[in-house]
């Protein structure tokens, strides 16, 4: 498979010896699946319809519990955990893709709320998520970029490429800038959602960062 984000690919037939290689669309690795343009869509609905088909065995074994902790320790052990594998890499920056990770949660909250008889308004969890002592996904991966910048940085993670890659502001004169990291000017989404430069973003966004 060849990277690249261009429309109009040169082919090239690889060979070792004299055995031609089979040129894929995606290919899995460490449990990621990358495709030839690294925008991880099609990892975010492959993560997505396994998600889905775990829960559904969940709430089939799961629909006579009665104890919220019991259906919390199901759902994040055996659901969430699939759709959060590896987030820091692939986190998405379109609105569509983070609904698609959401509805899988929904699906539970609104199972969750029938099992345990939460009352909620009609397509409104926020009370189902706050009983059960659950956050939106969304949250949830800002949380994990911090929680990696901050391992990054105090040499818990042994990276030093990506530790070289962390800009941090030293500002000319005297400010009151509370911005702790510099992040270059993108064009493209693409470019701004580049993995590090989105866990600076977030940082800068969070005044207790690093505390």
Known sequence: MSFTRSRSVIPFQYKIFDSSL???MSVKDLGILYNPTLDFHSHI??????ALKVLGFVKRIASEFKLESS???LYCSLVRS???YGSVLWDPHTTSSSLQLERVQRRFLSFAAYVLKIDHVPHDYFPVLTELHLTSLVDRRATANLSFL???L???ID???LLSSINFKVPQRSLRSYTTFSIPNCSTNYGRNNPIYRMMRIANEQPSFPT
């Open 150 to 152: 901050r391992k990054l």
């Open 71 to 73: 259906l919390k320790v």
């Open 154 to 156: 105090d040499g818990s």
């Open 45 to 50: 609905e492959s993560s997505c319809c396994r």
């Open 159 to 161: 990276a030093p490429t």
């Open 22 to 24: 089979v040129s894929v």
């Open 82 to 84: 699939i759709v959060e």
